[in-house]
């Protein structure tokens, strides 16, 4: 790899529990001031790229990402079969931000990987899958939600995604509102980024028609912001018996805090954005009790596995990452690790997913925060 930082074999940062060098990848400063991990490469035979937030207010979601494709790498690496064909990784710190993951993406399709897994958020992937689909190189995305990532006809056969849409997100909450019948008023907050308009928007259209159910609050909130105060009060005067919030792990643990002051007999529930621990971290004793909607988890053995790993549970996009990477992997086997146009028709032709790339059967898993840490609902 020459045109690639090498870092092979190198933990990237300290928080993603790599066990390999101590030594820490490098950062490189960006235009606005913020700092982007340079890209690290881990050796093998073949290689996919992994792009994802490693840096900045979506790290700890961008991680997950990574985790998840790792210990599938890991997984196949250790089969005695993959022997003669090692794969490795090229890691892609976007930043969460579009111009720095374009022009990550142009060093990994100049380093001839066989596929892409990422990004996290949806403008970022929809902007990326630009510059893989003229490379004819398939993406995957394990956390990119928004309906048009997959809903241009153009891009079809090289767009693919794990987890389900912002219309499903809104459809499975408003499904969960309305078989409770303890939920009678509800108060609605997004960020204002597409995903967060989007999941709200099609929560409230779904409950619009039921009259039993009240929208008594729908309003955007300031993201990247410690101090919910003044929104919780204003919540707080609707009496809601229901919160529901569309956004990120940091501004909805900042959230919860303030709502459990201002409104305690209030749930609160949130999305796949907010499933990670720090979520929990960060809202303290106010998180007890939370609704997350989330990707379902992975069988028993990679539960297993990823605990003994990074010695954490699941939560974020392990799960829909993890399976993204296993398709991905059985597609560059099953084309002799070359032709990557052949690859992704591989990936097309999987079962699971539709002919836009959706999965056919999306569902989601609703979990609870208990004793500081994600269970199942019951």
Known sequence: MTKVYRFLLVCFVASLLWSCSSQEAKLEKHFNNEK?????????????AIAAPLTGPYSDLGKTLVEGAQLAIEEYNADPANREHPMGFILIDDGGIVIEALERAKIAIAEGVLGVIGHVNSGISIEASKKY????????????????FTERAEFRGYVFRTIGTDRQIGEAAADLVLSNGKYKRIAVLFNDRPYGVSVSSEFVRMLAHHKEKEIVFYETIPVRTHDHSATARRVAKTNADLVFFVGEYNDAGYLAKNLKKELPKAQFLSAEGAHNQSFIEIAGSAAEG????GAPLPSKRVVKNYKKRFKKGISGYVATSYNATKILLAAIKANNFTDTEAIARSVAANPLFDLNGDLVDPSFTLYKVSNGNFVLAK
Request: proline share 9%; aromatic share 4%; glycine share 4%.
């Open 133 to 148: 689909m003229r490379a004819k190189i398939p993406q995957i995305s394990p956390a990119s939600t928004h309906p048009k």
């Open 290 to 293: 939370a609704m997350i909607l």
């Open 36 to 48: 982007v991990q340079e890209i690290t490469t881990v050796k093998g035979k073949h290689y996919i």
